[in-house]
T-cell receptor, first 114, second 115 residues
């Protein structure tokens, strides 16, 4: 079945540091790929997405490129801020029956220190 | 901006009690979902719902669980007899089939604590 493997956390960075969170996936078809973010005490928010190979999703300075050849969707940000502290989830979506079902990675806790 | 809303935000219940978690999906969405996240663990799929019936469910979604769309706006998850291991954050989500991107829109979650 489908699966998503994320870099183990937690990750602690200083403000303005470069961030990479690795994500690889296994899927039978051509999934859409997502990064969701969960800020402390809040729900899941879509951060960015890519629906086909070589697409780059971007939002709030975060980027991820859909790499079919390496089955990866690594999240990057050039300069993190304290406000980026959150849990980041990589996810994929393939159509199952009539609906799409998200498969999540285990999440990576990011803490950014001032 | 339209959003998915969930109530209650937090519920504490005794083991063996019935719990109903409520969700109002985005109005033009046709697919509805429940996911759960046990503290510190992965977000797990429970069930998807379309056209007034379950379209997919996971192994977690056993006979203790049921879903219903009792009217044109609400989507509920019922746990018939709660167990300690049902303690988790439960997320409702909805999606628009016309968008065809696979994106799900999540509510802020309902935290269930079973004592």
């Amino acid at each position: 079945g489908d699966s998503v493997t994320q870099m183990e956390g937690p990750v602690t960075l200083s403000e303005e540091a470069f961030l990479t969170i690795n994500c690889t996936y296994t899927a039978t078809g051509y999934p859409s790929l997502f990064w969701y973010v969960q800020y402390p005490g809040e729900g899941l928010q879509l951060l960015l997405k890519a629906t086909k190979a070589d697409d780059k999703g971007s939002n709030k300075g975060f980027e991820a490129t859909y790499r079919k050849e390496t089955t990866s969707f690594h999240l990057e940000k050039g300069s993190v801020q304290v406000s980026d502290s959150a849990v980041y989830f990589c996810a994929l979506s393939e159509r199952t029956g009539s609906a799409r079902q998200l498969t999540f990675g285990s999440g990576t806790q990011l803490t950014v220190l001032p | 901006e339209p959003e998915v809303t969930q109530t209650p935000s937090h519920q504490v219940t005794q083991m063996g009690q019935e719990v109903i978690l409520r969700c109002v999906p985005i109005s033009n969405h046709l697919y509805f979902y429940w996911y759960r996240q046990i503290l510190g663990q992965k977000v797990e799929f429970l069930v998807s719902f379309y056209n007034n019936e379950i379209s997919e469910k996971s192994e977690i979604f056993d006979d203790q669980f049921s879903v219903e769309r009792p009217d044109g706006s609400n989507f509920t998850l019922k746990i018939r007899s709660t167990k300690l291991e049902d303690s988790a954050m439960y997320f409702c989500a909805s999606s628009d089939p016309a968008a065809n991107t696979g994106e799900l829109f999540f509510g802020e979650g309902s935290r269930l604590t079973v004592l």
